[in-house]
């Protein structure tokens, strides 16, 4: 499974973007798809994940902000992101997990400043 990730960007405090990650394979059959981050000298962390049948989990740090969703059509996640603070500059990362093995996409770059 290749997963590409696009959309990020330099963004000001309070601003908003879109992600996206677009898999080679129909999402329709990966249970399960994630966006994860990492900043600058931290360890890579959940940000949010999707079920195949629409369920979804946020880390606290961004409930209430960030929306994940999918389009099954184009096989595609996506990432809302609202009300975005310096604390959300990070790469962002999608993810899947198929047949037991672990897929990243290449990382997406976002940087929150004025």
């Known amino acids: 499974v290749q997963l590409q990730a696009s959309g990020g960007g330099l963004v000001q405090p309070g601003g908003s973007l879109r992600l996206s990650c677009a898999a080679s394979?129909?999402?329709?059959?990966?249970?399960?798809m994630g966006w994860y981050r990492q900043a600058p000298g931290k360890q890579r962390e959940l940000v949010a994940t999707?079920?195949?049948?629409?369920?979804?989990n946020y880390a606290d740090a961004v409930k209430g902000r960030f929306t994940i969703s999918r389009d099954n059509a184009k096989n595609t996640v996506y990432l809302h992101m609202s009300s975005l603070s310096p604390e959300d500059t990070a790469v962002y990362y999608c993810?899947?997990?198929?047949?037991?093995?672990?897929?990243w996409g290449q990382g997406t770059e976002v940087t929150v400043s004025s």
């Open positions: 993810n899947t997990i198929y047949w037991g093995n672990n897929y």
């Open positions: 394979k129909r999402i329709s059959t990966l249970n399960y």
């Open positions: 999707i079920t195949v049948g629409g369920s979804t």
